[in-house]
């Protein structure tokens, strides 16, 4: 059974679901369902949709056909556009179930056949997963961008150079005797001398592009009762935090999602930092610690005691840290290089909330070239730099020839696997696994 159908829009009560079907049945389905033929590709129909076991009606929508290979999954495909209720998609994919040669999709099968027949490489169909999770403007740029090809072109030319540098060392090796231009590997050097230095520049990025996709994590910390779940619920704009009196409220890290500047945050409000009174608040504080550690981003936030002095000091702060007195409703004085705020009142909020766009969203603005967006992207393009570098140092030593070439043949089998050139059929199941049903 070599056609797949399945459910493409969110499943639940809608105006509109979309029931996608791709492979060599698709001609056959449309007849069965509609007892006409699937028309002109690309062009959508009103079709009265039938039981083809009982002839019973089902619905009455719109039927488009793409015809292979100009579609997306480079298959016939059909494409359902059927009144969202559930009883009518159950209806519909139940008849699809009963017509021979089809059966319902696994996730993310009509991309992997997308793949399987060219019309993506790996690198797209990652974009194309990160385009559905996008919750961030920023994030959809960047997953759009990746989808339409920018980062597979910009490592496939990578891999187009390569080869023909690969060439020139085979070339030496196949006909040392032979009448060839000049010396062949002497012309080598400058050009994986340029791949090395372009592939180095793109993976000093910082990682701008992986913590654009998972999100930067931002703490709140310092120590107890001056105001970091009341600060959190004011960035969140609701109460998602217990705020009280009584110091050592917060015994657990508690986590908001935010979009900054449109980036996505995590957001988190940590225990208070003190010798702790139990061993609850111990796990607390243990915690609290540990996430302010891993945090690409920390808030430290100090207050005044019943006196007027400020509680604790900036003694946490580490270089980077945004510094923030809170309570300013108490008149209390704020040392230079901190904000102030009032988490009561909300004065001082807007400033803060300046300060993290900026530090969040300052290094995601459009980069003139892709940026990359996958560990196994940067373990490839390490790989691949790796195998540069002994290929340089091999020319500079004036080793044999058959030792270049095998580290340019490495080189470029390490961005050939990014893209999916080559050698990813044990990558392909944990890539596609993510993807939901119908997609």
């Not at 459910?7 to 449309?30: C, D, K, M, N």
């Not at 195998?387 to 340089?392: N, T, V, W, Y």
Request: net charge negative; charged share 30%; proline share 4%.
């Amino acid at each position: 059974m070599n056609t797949i159908y399945a459910l493409s829009t969110a499943p639940g009560r809608a105006g509109v679901a979309v029931i996608r079907i791709s492979g060599e049945a698709v001609r056959a389905a449309i007849a069965a369902l509609t007892g006409e033929g699937p028309g002109r590709p690309r062009e959508a129909l009103l079709r009265r949709f039938r039981d083809p076991v009982s002839g019973a009606p089902l619905d009455l929508g719109l039927l488009l056909f793409f015809e292979a290979p100009a579609s997306f999954t480079g298959e016939d495909v059909a494409e359902l556009h059927i009144h969202g209720g559930r009883a009518v998609v159950a209806s519909v994919l139940r008849a699809l179930s009963a017509l021979p040669g089809l059966r319902a999709a696994e996730p993310g099968e009509f991309t992997r056949r997308a793949f399987e027949n060219g019309k993506l490489d790996l690198t797209a169909v990652e974009g194309l997963a990160d385009l559905i999770d996008a919750e961030t403007e920023a994030q959809r740029v960047q997953a759009l961008r990746q989808m339409e090809g920018a980062l597979g072109l910009l490592y496939e030319g990578w891999r187009a150079r390569l080869v023909r540098a690969l060439a020139y060392a085979e070339a030496e090796i196949d006909f040392p005797d032979e009448e060839v231009p000049g010396d062949l590997l002497a012309k080598l050097g400058p050009e994986i001398g340029a791949l090395a230095s372009e592939i180095g520049a793109h993976l000093d990025d910082g990682r701008k592009g992986e913590r654009l996709r998972d999100g930067i994590e931002v703490a709140i910390v310092g120590p107890p009762n001056v105001g970091k779940s009341s600060l959190l619920n004011r960035l969140a704009g609701r109460e998602a935090a217990i705020v009280s009196d009584e110091a050592g409220t917060t015994r657990d890290v508690l986590e908001v999602r935010l979009d900054l500047g449109g980036v996505p945050v995590t957001l988190a409000d940590t225990a208070g930092l003190r010798e702790a009174a139990g061993s609850i608040e111990r796990e607390g504080v243990r915690r609290a610690l540990a996430r302010a550690e891993a945090a690409d981003l920390r808030v430290v936030v100090v207050a005044p005691d019943a006196a007027g002095e400020i509680e604790g000091d900036f003694a946490l702060a580490r270089e980077g840290d945004i510094c923030v007195v809170n309570k300013l409703d108490l008149d209390v004085a704020v040392p230079d290089g901190a904000i102030g705020i009032s988490a009561l009142t909300g004065e001082g909020l807007d400033r803060l909330e300046a300060v993290l766009r900026e530090r969040v969203g300052f290094a995601y603005e459009a980069q003139e070239h892709p940026l990359i967006t996958r560990a196994r992207h940067r373990e490839g393009l390490a790989s691949c730099a790796a195998s540069l570098d002994r290929a340089r140092q091999a020319l500079e030593a004036g080793r044999d020839a058959e030792l270049v070439a095998e580290d340019l043949r490495l080189a470029a089998r390490a961005l050939g696997r990014i893209t999916g050139r080559v050698d990813v059929e044990d990558l392909l199941d944990v890539i596609f696994r993510d993807f939901c049903i119908g997609k």
